[in-house]
């Protein structure tokens, strides 16, 4: 789980990136809070996906988690 700490964490790389450059430990360290933001984001989209359902023309509710197979992390 990613926290405001962390996001923060991004920011300030990102922003020291630009100005002075950045050592090999912190690109290491900003590409590893850089995936696991990706992975949260992706996380989140995905649970919402699959608690969406469908009314089709024939009136029938289709989940698409069900339909198009839930995928956990």
């Known amino acids: 789980m990613i926290t405001e700490k962390d996001i923060a964490r991004i920011n300030e790389l990102y922003h020291k ?7 090999d430990a912190e690109k ?9 933001y990706i992975d949260a984001i992706k996380g ?3 649970a919402q996906l699959n ?3 469908i009314v ?6 289709e989940n698409l988690g069900e339909k198009y197979g839930k995928v956990s992390k």
């Open 44 to 46: 989140n989209v995905r």
């Open 56 to 61: 089709d023309e024939d009136g029938r509710v």
């Open 51 to 53: 608690n969406i359902d």
């Open 17 to 23: 990136s630009k100005g002075e450059g950045l050592t």
């Open 28 to 36: 290491a360290e900003q590409t590893k809070l850089r995936r696991a």
